[in-house]
C-alpha cells in the first residue's frame, strides 16, 4: 500500500511566473512522460504552455472558479468538475474569484487514455483503488487500509486485522492490483490512466 503525501512533493515555479506545480507521478519516468499527474497553484491569469499530442484533464479543487478560454471558447469552470481539453489547443486562464488550486491529469495521446471522477466517501462502503488509478483526498477525513481477505476472519482476533492509515488533504493513494480501501467522510478524485491497445 502506497501513499504520496502531500508535504513531500517538491514545487516547481512556473516559467511566466503565474504558479507552481507539484508533481504527484509520472511514467514511464518522471522526464520523458506519457502519463502525468500533478497538483498546481494558479496564482495570476495567463496563457498555458502548450504540450502537442497530450489530453488534458484539469479540476479545481481549492477555489471557486477558473475561465478557462481554449481556441477561443471560455469554459467557466467549477469546483469539482473535471474537464477534458487538448494539449495542442490554444488556451488561457482568467481567475475571476482569486488564486486556486487544481489536480491536473495529463496523458500522451496513442498512448494512454486518463479519466477522472469526483466521488462522496463513505465510512460504510470502503472505496478501493486498482492498478493504473491514484486516489486524491480533496477534503474530509479518511483513512486507507490494506484490501481485506475474504477468507481471513478478522473478527477472531484484532491483530491479524489490517492496519489502517490516516489521510491528510490532497494524500494520493496509490493503486494497486489488490486495491487497498478508502473510508471516511469528504470527496476523492479518482484518477484512471489506460493503457491504449
Known amino acids: 500500500m ?4 502531500y508535504a513531500s512533493l517538491k514545487s516547481t515555479p512556473w516559467a511566466n511566473g503565474g504558479g507552481i506545480t507539484r508533481q504527484i507521478a509520472a511514467g514511464p519516468d518522471t522526464k520523458n512522460w506519457d502519463w502525468r499527474v500533478s497538483l498546481a497553484e494558479v496564482s495570476k491569469a495567463g496563457p498555458f504552455s502548450p504540450l502537442p499530442g497530450v489530453d488534458r484533464i484539469i479540476t479545481v479543487v481549492e477555489g471557486d472558479l477558473i475561465a478557462l478560454t481554449v481556441d477561443g471558447v471560455e469554459q467557466a469552470l467549477e469546483t469539482y468538475r473535471p474537464f477534458r481539453f487538448s494539449g495542442d489547443s490554444e488556451t488561457s486562464a482568467a ?7 487544481d489536480l491536473n491529469l495529463m496523458t500522451r495521446r496513442g498512448a494512454f487514455k486518463g479519466y477522472a471522477a ?6 460504510k462502503r470502503p472505496h478501493p483503488v486498482f492498478a493504473d488509478q491514484f486516489a486524491v483526498l480533496l477534503q474530509g477525513s479518511a483513512t486507507v487500509s490494506p484490501a481485506a481477505s475474504p477468507a481471513t476472519d478478522y473478527a477472531k482476533s484484532s491483530s491479524t486485522a489490517p492496519a489502517a492509515e490516516a489521510l491528510g488533504k490532497f494524500d494520493t493513494v496509490v493503486g494497486s492490483d489488490d486495491g487497498p480501501e478508502i473510508s471516511g467522510r469528504g ?3 479518482v484518477l484512471s490512466i489506460d493503457p491504449v491497445p
Open 2 to 5: 502506497e501513499i504520496i503525501r
Open 95 to 101: 481567475l475571476p474569484t482569486g488564486v486556486l488550486k
Open 118 to 123: 469526483i466521488i462522496e466517501l463513505s465510512k
Open 187 to 189: 470527496f476523492l478524485a
